[in-house]
């Protein structure tokens, strides 16, 4: 195992950190007819924000609804039935922003369809919808080996830990391929390593739990090396 | 004064390492902060603890202060009030010295800078005649402006649009703007005398000096006295929880100078406590921050049941001392308080007793809370996450236009 774990890959992995500003747009949703519509009329950076990058910006510290449409149909519009239909939808299931949106509008569409009334958001808990600018630095030192993938890892902020599982199928144009596992498949022949990685359900983890979840599957791979300490 | 390393035990190395490696991306940048006053205050209270740790960090960094007559601000607040949506009077003669002060100050200050940030609608019209000393000029909005008085907003929006782009607190704060608008939360300085880490001992003391007995659970509310953060909602709340339970009230805070209901409000508030022994009103003086920390830490519950309030960073301070806070669901309470995971958001005299005695007949999953409310914090509004905002929004100024900067 050792030997894996010094063995020089033939590119390196550089981690990168991930900065975003958010950009409100100067919209809100009071109730599900007017988030229909704004999410009918914005760009597709509006969705991205909400679907993904929110994360990022401002997670509760319990996951239990994957993504601000459906935290808000669970806490302003108090609709569980819809929470749960936003929670289900899988973005990475879509190729590209223009089908994430469809699909987003189509159960908004159908639920609305059936529904005698407009459900609204209680007083105080209106949608602010906003975009998100990102800044991406290349880390300076390179992993070139295991053993220093496992050392990076450990430093790696969350924003990293995003930017690597949450924007790279976009980048890479592969669904549900990290950029971790894409790494280790490329220059290692670890593939039971790469398929854990890739079972990993990352939209339902916290990102403390995705890199803790992470170095411990490095961890039982390759021993001692992935602990992190807090 | 504390360094970038003293904050590695509380965020983690991780984070202290990228704020560097932001700052090299703009290392010599010369960066100006400007506001009204140094001292009082969230504004000067956040850019004491900034300026030295942006100084650490490479950039030249200075804050400036405008200097006034008392007219002048007393006109400010007249302008901060009417952006906050209050009936202002608001008369050409006030913009006409309003311009006056600004253009004496821009006659003083000799400083140049890549960027300068403004903060709030004093210094604001600097731009008109300072435009050329500085690359780009960033407005930092810090006032709840989502309901502006439009005499008040039109004037001043005069001068915001010259700016390169501006940076509100909230996403409901936002105003029609032909720039790029920013989001930066506000923050709390963890290593500062209202939230650093006292020994039980110090507490004690604190409440000894105050009089404050711990024989029964404690509920606490820090704020002013005035109707938005609602103190008689607040007492009549306790009054509920207690024919059930055996507990104490304690409100803290200063008299509310600029609210012309606040001295009914406070009357009323001493009438109701006066003759009631589970009742204690702490008037202490705006530097109590170290008193304030120990009874923050000793509560057994905080409650902030405001019915209007900006971002509340009082409810910040709560949660980083580990206590689950119960607060009325306005502003940027409902940011903070995860309903259910970090306290309880509430509507109501009602729904606040009743998630008092949910809270002090569980004390595990108020303490499980608290420690959620802690984390949430440190994650999200502490002064280094602040500094990190203020250096990713100068990459962007620096890069007009990207969506996507890869450095």
Redesign the interface.
Known sequence: MNDILQQSARDPFWFR?C??????I?R?ASNLRELLQILREVSE?VLYYHIFQSRLA?????IEYPNDFALWAA?ALQDTKLAEKLSSFDPFEYGNMTDVREAVLEILEEYLWDLPYVPWA?????L???QA????????TPAYTLAEFCQGLQ?????SIYYHFFEAPWRLGVSKVDDFSFWIEYNFDLPKLVKDIRQIDVYFYSLPELRATLLAMLNEHMGVYCERT? | MNGLNDYIPIV????I??LH??AA?LTKRRFVHINSTRTGGGVAEILSRAVPLLNQLGLETNWEVIIGDPEFFEITKAMHNGLQGDRVRFTPRMMEHYREINRENAKRFTWEADFVLVHDPQPAALIEDLRDRAAKWVWRCHIDASRPQRHVWKFLRDYVTRYDASV?S???F???LPH????I?PSIDPLSDKNRDLTPTEVQAVLDRLGIRRDRPLILQVSRFDSFKDPMGVIQAFKMVRRHTPCQLLLVGGEATDDPEGPEIFARVKEAAADDPDITILLLPPDSHYEVNALQRAADVIVQKSVREGFGLTVTEAMWKGKPVIGG???GI??QV??Y??GFLV?SPEGCAFRIRYLLHRPEIARRMGK??K??VR??FLITRHI??YL??M??IDNPG??????
């Not at chain 2, 990207?402 to 450095?407: A, H, P, Q, T």
């Open positions: 950190d900065f975003l500003m958010r950009m409100p100067g809100r950076d401002l997670t509760d510290p319990e806490n209680r007083p105080g808990f209106e602010y919808l906003c600018q990102t800044a991406v630095i290349q880390s300076p430093r790696a902020g969350l924003d807090e | 983690g190395q991780d984070v390492d990228q490696r932001l991306r509100f909230m996403s409901s936002a105003q029609n790029p608008q920013y989001l939360h669901a306005v502003g409902v940011l995860r309903d995971h970090t509507h959620l409310a984390e949430f994650r999200h990190r905002d990713t929004l990459l962007f990207s969506r996507f900067i890869e450095l």
